[in-house]
């Protein structure tokens, strides 16, 4: 089997509503980049890549020479064919590197008849634990603002009555930390046998990071993640606060890896399969937390049901996957994949059963979403819409004012 063709496509495809971060905002819509590898024997491996637009499918365009011929199993001369670790500080295809090697691991699993969990090791578990995913939005047609404590706790029970969530992980870093904690603490009130998590995107000062985590010390929460930024600014915190402490900002590679096993400053590992390069770096990064004695979780960096068949394959061969997922997925009004969005039972979502990743793509649902980004474009990730002007700093000092609600609807 050889690589015959590389094709690439990029699509927005709508959120319920806007959801507010602390370095922006997402606008209504994800932006992602489906790519395509053909092979000489009829089959296509699938493979999915944040953001996009013209630059990303001239990028996936410009590996084909590098991998025209290429057998789909040799993944780790893939690996140095279009990362080999010095060129990659002039080039950066980390992410590259993830959606081919998600389609040859596609391609792999076709060929032989087998999932790609099959592939990895073996199946631990037939479906994946995911938390919730909240975050202070604005209001869109038919999805009210989430801007109080009220309205996030009357979301998350929404979202528990219909998916079966028992963990929360709430996305803070808009608001001043005293509001977020108020609302964190909402969510402690009125979820009291579930777990908690807070995620501010590593904008807080290690001052506010402490005072914040030794104000949640006596709730039920999972672990406080990346509150300031750096592995030192973590090691900090750590020291001196009763909260595990978990990132995925600032261990995403070996060497930092390595770092954090000889000085921790986090507990938990968010392994991500576009971040680390694939869905092999991160079993092998979940084999030495492992060793250390490092928790591990699964990151979600916006995906379609592509990337997250890689998180739920993923998911499903660690044994030492003690955290439910994240995933943004739930905030999606649809996807690019045969038969819609995967869908949650009690807070799991299923491993997919077919050969490959297991998810095949809807042409016209791929096509209705690429005409939708020709006609929007993408979006600044690190503006909000609702705040012209603004940008955020690490640490932050500039929150949003939480007794104003906006209507950013054109």
């Known amino acids: 089997m050889k690589i015959v063709d590389i094709r690439a496509t990029t699509v927005a495809v709508p959120l319920e509503a806007p959801l507010r971060h602390s370095n922006g905002a997402h606008w209504g ?26 630059s990303a499918e001239a990028a996936f365009r410009a590996l084909v020479p590098y991998l025209k011929d290429h057998d789909p199993f040799q993944l780790e001369a893939l690996r140095f064919k279009i990362a080999n670790p010095t060129a990659s500080l002039y080039n950066n295809r980390t992410q590259l590197l993830a959606a081919i090697e998600f389609a040859c691991i596609d391609l792999i699993g076709q060929h032989l008849g087998v999932p790609a969990s099959d592939l990895l090791g073996g199946r631990m578990r037939e479906a994946v634990p995911f938390a919730s995913y909240l975050f202070f939005r604005y209001a869109a047609e038919g999805y009210g603002e989430i801007r109080t404590p009220e309205q996030l706790v009357e979301h998350t029970a929404q ?19 005293d509001y977020e904690l108020e609302c964190y603490r909402a969510l402690a009130e009125a979820f009291p046998s579930d777990r908690l998590r807070y995620d501010p995107n590593a904008v807080l000062s290690v001052a506010e990071g402490l005072r914040f985590g030794r104000a949640i010390e006596g709730l039920n929460n999972d672990y406080l993640e990346d509150p300031v930024w750096g592995l030192e600014g973590l090691r900090i915190v750590r020291e001196q606060v009763k909260v595990p402490l978990a990132t995925n900002t600032v261990v995403v590679n070996f060497e930092q890896l390595a770092s954090n096993v000889l000085r921790r400053g986090a507990d938990v590992v968010l392994l991500d399969t576009t971040f680390w390069g694939g869905i092999r770096p991160c079993v092998k990064a979940a084999g030495v937390c492992e060793t250390f004695q490092l928790g591990v979780a699964v990151h979600s960096s916006g995906e379609l049901g592509i990337q997250l068949a890689t998180m739920l394959h993923l998911g499903a061969v660690l044994p030492n996957l003690t955290y439910a997922a994240d995933a943004h997925y739930h905030q999606l009004r649809d996807d690019v994949i045969e038969g819609g969005k995967m869908a949650y039972s009690e807070g799991a979502i299923a491993v997919p059963q077919g050969p490959g990743l297991g998810v095949r793509l809807d042409p016209e649902r791929v096509a209705r979403y690429a005409e939708l980004y020709r006609e929007m474009g993408g979006y600044p990730y690190d503006r909000d819409p609702g705040r012209p002007g603004w940008y955020a700093t690490v640490p932050n000092e500039r929150f949003a004012d939480p007794t104003v609600s906006l209507d950013i609807a054109p």
């Open 29 to 54: 819509r994800f932006v992602r980049t489906i790519v395509e590898v053909e092979a000489d024997n009829g089959l296509v491996g699938l493979g999915e890549m944040g953001g996009g637009g013209e």
């Open 159 to 177: 979202l528990k009555a219909a998916h079966g969530f028992t963990v929360h992980k709430l996305k803070g870093g808009v608001f001043p930390p």
